[in-house]
């Protein structure tokens, strides 16, 4: 069900390293094969021209070793640039540096003279701290010029396990990994500077993944789409759910709509705005299929919620930050309605966390509470989170500290649950960065919520979705076009 859609840490594929070798596959048969597949990446980009190698004193710089071997048997004219010399290279990279009949030339940029293309083995996913000034002084170079560039594993000065970039790292043109993808392919900046990245079969056994149990996954349908709520031909509306949106007083009542919106379309049976009775004059002029209903906040939300059909609820677009909306979000983490939590009834609670995180872990089993933070939001709320460097990891100790789980928002959206399975979502185009695009987010993740959808991955489900449609409406999106764009993204690809 998740076959290809696994992120391992560098921890997790040196352990899945050392399984294929106890299970019989030679350390240098992984190398040989994962050098060929950067040949092949680079026979494709270079169109005969000459190549420039350098490698690295470790494994990444075996990898360059086979790769350089296998271009020059070719035919190709390929000049290697080894950081370090020969007689310290260890293990398999000592080996295949030995299979490497030609010259070594000394460290430097002059490699890049006459190069049709270069190929950056020389540091891999592990590395964590900062690039040296001899090899800044490469890579700097490698980025001036305007050659296609092949990174093994992962550019050099990234890190894989988190995405962070040290200054000077490499800008691939491609990156080529193997076995799974790590999750610094996928954060940001890390993303965009592996450029595309491919994944390489090596050899290593998909069983090793069984010990290993990876917990980070790349979002996509895969991922959820087995737990997607479909339409069944006995169903009728109260068997999809009842989704509640809160609506800000008459001078923010857009959001909410939006918010409304996404969760009817994206299949809730039915949806009410919960306005304020100074609102329902413009949130009436506005809504046609989604209800609306007066409500005297806070107090009066309670018996918007005692009715226990009503069981998903969306609290914070336009609230305002106040006194009032830490009281609502009081009244619905009480009740038994699955609740999502944005923007305002987030940081309403910046001063408030303790109590907040304690009420949310008193919940019922069963009760889903999600945040939809973007990264001011989550700072103010997390700053507890912030002294780690990975979005990965913060999402997950922002869910574990919580108890709910956590949509940290961005182009790299993070989706963390407190019992640490995590997603790294990649579809997403700039165009998204739209006002009110959060909104219909929320409503998306509130909708699957009142189909039942388990939380997990109905948050999946909705930033993929939402990304989609996105990059199915194209450029010029206004968030109002994602509701109406989603019926065609799941004809697609879900439904």
């Known amino acids: 069900m998740h076959q290809g859609l696994e992120l391992l840490t560098n921890s997790e594929m040196a352990e899945a390293d050392r399984l294929a070798i106890e ?64 007689d310290r290279l260890h293990g398999d990279a000592a ?35 900062p690039l040296t000034q001899e090899v800044a002084e490469v890579t700097g170079a490698m980025n001036s010029v305007t050659l296609p560039v092949v990174a093994v594993d992962v550019p050099t000065g990234l890190d894989g396990g988190s995405g962070r970039a040290f200054e000077g790292t490499v800008q691939a043109t ?65 068997s999809r759910g009842h989704a509640v949106v809160v609506s800000g007083q008459a001078h923010a009542t857009g959001a909410a709509r939006l918010g409304a919106r996404g969760a009817l379309r994206i299949g809730a049976g039915l949806v009410t705005v919960a306005s304020p009775p100074d609102a329902i004059a413009v949130n009436a002029a506005h809504l046609t299929s989604v ?58 609670f910046s001063n408030l966390r303790v109590a907040f995180f304690d009420q949310i872990r008193r919940r019922r089993p069963g ?62 185009p700039p165009w998204l960065a739209t006002a009110g695009s959060g909104d219909v987010l929320a409503g998306f993740v509130t909708g699957l919520l009142a189909q039942h959808m388990p939380a997990f991955e109905a948050a999946c489900a909705a930033v993929w979705l939402h990304g989609e449609c996105a990059n199915m409406f194209g450029p010029g999106l206004i968030s109002e076009d994602l509701p109406e764009v989603l019926p065609k993204v799941l004809e697609r690809y879900v439904l």
């Open 23 to 86: 299970r019989g596959v030679p350390g240098t048969a992984l190398m040989e094969k994962a050098g060929r597949a950067v040949a092949d990446a680079a026979e494709r980009l270079a169109a005969g021209a000459p190549i420039g190698v350098f490698c690295g004193p470790g494994n990444n710089g075996g990898d360059g070793f086979v790769a350089a071997r296998l271009l020059r048997e070719r035919g190709y004219e390929v000049r290697v640039a080894l950081l370090g010399s020969r």
């Open 174 to 238: 491609e990156t080529v990994t193997f076995f799974r993808r790590k999750p610094g392919h996928l954060l940001e900046p890390g993303r965009s500077l592996c450029g595309e990245t491919s994944v390489a079969d090596i050899g290593t056994p998909s069983d090793v993944l069984e010990e290993i149990k990876p917990q980070a996954f790349a979002n996509a349908p895969d991922l959820w789409a087995h737990v997607f709520p479909r339409p069944k031909p006995g169903g009728h509306k109260y």
């Open 95 to 129: 080996v295949m540096a030995q299979r490497w009949e030609g010259n070594v030339e000394p460290w430097g940029p002059q490699i890049l003279e006459g190069a049709g293309l270069v190929i950056d083995a020389i540091f891999g996913s592990g590395l964590a701290r």
């Open 291 to 348: 209800m609306l209903i007066p409500t005297e906040f806070p107090d009066g939300f309670a018996d918007v919620l005692a009715d226990t059909r009503r069981n998903a609820v969306l609290i914070g677009p336009g609230a305002s930050v106040s006194e009032q909306t830490r009281r609502t979000v009081e009244l619905a983490l009480v009740s038994q309605a699955s609740v999502v939590l944005d923007a305002d009834a987030l940081t309403s």
């Open 367 to 428: 009760l889903a509470t999600v945040m939809t933070p973007h990264e001011g939001e989550f700072t103010r709320l997390f700053d507890k989170a912030q002294t780690v460097v990975s979005k990965l990891e913060r999402a997950r100790r922002a869910a574990v500290l919580s108890g709910a789980l956590i949509i940290l928002k961005g182009p790299d959206t993070v989706v963390a649950a407190p019992d640490g399975r995590a997603a790294i979502n990649e579809n997403a």
